[in-house]
């Protein structure tokens, strides 16, 4: 009797289990998964990969439950929306996918002004592994993949994976949500978001921005602005964002946002060009300014581990820009590098949108706003809020080839820069000339190194170092995040313990390669809290004074150019380049003089690495000479040489020569399309 009653129960618990199943899923026993494929028949059942569907319609006409997947056929094209409807719920989203191997299938809309895929007022749904365009025959509002909620109430639940997004010809200074390759907008209407994840997609090609999460048109001023509820726990990492008209990724009327991981560049100039010029959009809105990562009116906002180069525009342009009506904003471990505008802008409110506590700490900044000034701030100053601006241990580095007086704080109007500000612990290293604004207001500086130039506007600081950092190989960072080993600290360097500690808080638990910082002892100045480092290679050329026999001088070629640090032609820095114009072969020189003497081994010259013209202008017959007092000493002669890749050339000497000059003295050049001439990328000289 007892057996039978125990299996009698267990058999109730497994029926009642069955039927929360069942209702759960709308009434349906199972999830299901639905096959899409160009091959298909829409009268089929779809629901296995020999009676899949074939078009996006029969999708649309179909309502779908909690835990069903909607999966494309890899490699397969389909023109049009893809949109669906019904509602996942938790712990059983909706996916749309890709079944079988090879390429990601392909959406492309033609012109869709509500996205190649759409979902209006869905939750807990996943979307990963298309490719999506919307180029449509005529300009208009496109966007990739739009999500948008207009039902006056907090939907859950969205990701957006591994995703290509190209090809979207909006208006490169309209509405973001408007213009964007992924949208996830909400209507000001009491709409929401809660639990968005954006991360491994590639987004190019896309007129305004790359990614946007915000409102589906921004009402009103910034005062109405303030009164929305706030999308919240938005995480957005490990994407690719190029080539686009405006802005790389915007967080706006948000709360609890996670940028990370992110690479944004090659970007902005478009919508500043159609802002300006004769041809308008007609939306309504009008644009032109952009940045490469930003948020506004937002709350808790970390930007962290990002690449951000190569933003181009006249009105903004930075990597990074911290605008109005944020709080709780962090701005750290980042590399924003050969950007136009800067690194960061601080975009602060004349109406009530005011900002509140922002720390922008364990940043490296190379070649940044080498024409306009690196640190912006809003003609109405910095962060008017409670708790002021922390500028802390970061690392910024300007060049010798950088727009002379340079700002390293830059304001928008001309008007000195106004409210409080805690800035330490940073390093300057400015090759190039610099200039500061006459007065900083309440602005602190406590614990800075300023090395290079020091102009008589350079901050008071009561613990200011003027004396070399030794970073280890300032300017030489190019791609990626890993590449900025340049910028951590000799051994010996006086930047070594000899930081501000305000208390671990504030200073944060790491620095920009992940060493330790502490809650009480003195931290490094700069991005890098490590230990020394030891044995690090010299580099005599480094900012050495560059003489030639001719030299061409624009916005990316230059003599000291070939000195900066920058062993790859990259944006403003190709390198060196004789006078173009030549097209008969003749002889060429150029010098480098250290300015003390020096036992040089080792010569190592850089080609060219332009796309399309690797190796070339590298000298074909030449020698590498030594000055040693009175006249020039052959050390290396070499004749018919030539170059094909990017490797670095390096050309030993058969005995280390002590001098304060060498010098490369060309007899034969390369011939690049009609001219005879010398380039080069680089050029170090070791021990």
Request: hydrophobic residues 35%; contains cysteine.
């Amino acid at each position: 009797m007892f057996r039978i009653a125990q299996k009698s129960s267990l058999l109730r618990a497994a029926s009642l289990a069955a039927l929360a199943l069942f209702l759960s899923f709308g009434g349906r026993a199972l999830a299901a998964a639905y096959y899409v494929d160009p091959a298909g028949d829409d009268s089929r059942d779809g629901v296995s990969q020999q009676t899949a569907w074939k078009t996006l319609a029969k999708v649309g006409r179909s309502t779908f439950a909690p835990g069903d997947e909607i999966l494309f056929k890899a490699g397969g094209t389909w023109t049009g929306q893809l949109s669906a409807r019904g509602n996942g719920q938790s712990g059983a989203p909706i996916k749309l996918g890709r079944f079988g191997a090879g390429a990601k299938p392909i959406i492309a809309g033609g012109g869709q002004v509500d996205g190649s895929i759409k979902l209006l007022n869905q939750e807990y749904w996943e979307i990963s592994g298309f490719e999506v365009t919307n180029r449509g025959s005529n300009q208009n509002q496109y966007v990739g993949i739009k999500v948008r909620n207009n039902t006056g109430r907090p939907l859950h639940h969205i990701r957006i994976r591994d995703c290509v997004v190209h090809d979207i010809n909006g208006y490169p200074s309209g509405f973001y949500g408007a213009n964007a390759g992924i949208a996830v907008i909400a209507d000001m209407n009491n709409s929401t978001w809660n639990d968005l994840l954006i991360e491994n997609n590639q987004v190019y090609g896309v007129d305004r921005v790359g990614i946007f999460v915000g409102p589906t048109w921004q009402i009103g001023t910034s005062a109405d602005w303030m009164l929305e509820p706030k999308s919240q726990n938005i995480t957005i990492q490990h994407n690719a964002v190029w080539d686009l008209g405006g802005d790389g990724i915007i967080n706006f009327v948000t709360s609890h946002v996670v940028i990370q991981y992110n690479v944004v560049h090659s970007s902005g100039r478009r919508g500043f060009d159609e802002a300006v010029g004769p041809k308008k959009n007609p939306t309504g809105y009008l644009g032109g300014a952009s940045a490469g990562i930003w948020n506004v009116i937002s709350d808790h906002t970390t930007m962290q581990f990002n690449e951000v180069y190569g933003f181009l525009n006249p009105h903004d342009g930075q990597g990074f820009d911290i605008d109005m009506g944020t709080n709780h904003t962090r701005v750290q471990y980042n590399y924003s590098h050969d950007n136009d505008g800067g690194f960061l802008l601080i975009g602060e409110s004349a109406g009530p949108a005011k900002s509140n506590d922002a720390q922008v700490r364990f940043n490296v900044s190379q070649n940044d706003g080498a024409c306009k000034g690196i640190v912006h701030f809003g003609g109405n100053g910095a962060i008017s809020g409670p708790d002021k601006l922390l500028f802390h241990n970061n690392t910024i580095f300007v060049p010798a080839w950088a727009k002379p007086n340079l700002r390293i704080f830059q304001e928008y109007r001309p008007k000195n820069v106004v409210g409080a500000a805690a800035i330490f612990n940073n390093i300057f290293y400015c090759v190039g000339s610099v200039s500061y604004p006459a007065s900083f207001a309440d602005m602190v500086f406590d614990h800075n190194t300023f090395f290079g130039h020091h102009p008589a506007s350079e901050p008071a600081d009561a613990h200011k170092l003027t004396s070399d950092p030794l970073l280890v190989a300032p300017g030489s960072a190019v791609l990626g995040r890993e590449s900025v080993s340049g910028y951590q600290l000799q051994s010996g360097s006086p930047a070594i313990g000899s930081g501000r500690n305000p208390g671990s808080e504030l200073l944060g638990a790491r620095d920009y390669w992940g060493n330790p910082v502490s809650a009480t002892a003195a931290p490094n100045r700069g991005a890098y809290n490590g230990p020394g480092i030891a044995d690090v290679p010299q580099n005599w050329a480094f900012n050495a004074t560059v003489t030639s026999s001719s030299a061409h001088e624009n916005n990316e070629w230059s003599r000291s150019r070939l000195v900066d640090g920058q062993r790859t032609s990259f944006y403003f820095t190709s390198g060196f380049s004789s006078v173009l114009g030549q097209t008969a072969d003749h002889p060429e020189w150029v010098a480098l003089d250290f300015g003390a003497q020096r036992s040089v081994g080792k010569v190592i010259l850089h080609p060219v690495t332009l796309p399309g013209r690797v190796g070339r202008g590298f000298p074909r017959d030449f020698q590498i000479q030594v000055w040693d007092g009175s006249a020039w000493q052959t050390r290396v002669t070499r004749t018919g040489y030539t170059v094909t890749d990017a490797q670095p050339q390096v050309f030993a000497f058969e005995t280390p020569a002590t001098t304060d000059k060498i010098r490369i003295s060309c007899t034969a050049l390369d011939q690049v399309a009609s001219d005879y001439v010398l380039q080069l990328a680089e050029v170090e000289v070791t021990p």
